[in-house]
Nanobody
Framework: VQLQAFGGGLVQAGESLRLSCVSR?????????MGWFRQAPGAEREFVAG????????AYTDSVKGRFTISRDAAKNTVYLEMNSLKPEDTAVYYC???????????????????WGQGTLVTVSS
């Protein structure tokens, strides 16, 4: 397993969760842009957040701005997604992924990512 995501669970609306993604590939967090995606039942996989390898700059989809925060710990080779004020519409399987190309900005298309974690389920009840 190249990337391992965990931390999902069942929470009520308004509560928080922190997802973690551990990379088993040496130096991958330091040298690759990482992203979090999610996929709800019957929906396409969508970009949630990304963190650029070089300077740690971030990008978010509009629906999570101000509520979610992506961060990284290079020493632990781990990327986090802190999710606050969760809503029922945040319910999905969340995946972490490594962007294929390091020389370009954070990409939002799943096709630009070549390594994926197994996914962790987040369920938000109303």
């Amino acid at each position: 397993v190249q990337l391992q995501a965990f931390g999902g669970g069942l929470v009520q609306a308004g509560e928080s969760l922190r997802l973690s993604c551990v990379s088993r590939r040496t130096f991958s967090i330091r040298s690759h842009t990482m992203g979090w995606f999610r996929q709800a039942p019957g929906a396409e996989r969508e970009f949630v957040a990304g963190i650029f390898w070089r300077d740690g700059s971030t990008a978010y989809t509009d629906s999570v701005k101000g509520r979610f925060t992506i961060s990284r710990d290079a020493a632990k080779n781990t990327v986090y997604l802190e999710m606050n004020s969760l809503k029922p519409e945040d319910t999905a399987v969340y995946y972490c992924a490594q962007q294929r190309r390091s020389t370009i900005a954070i990409q939002k298309s799943p096709s630009e990512y070549n390594y994926w974690g197994q996914g962790t389920l987040v369920t938000v009840s109303s």
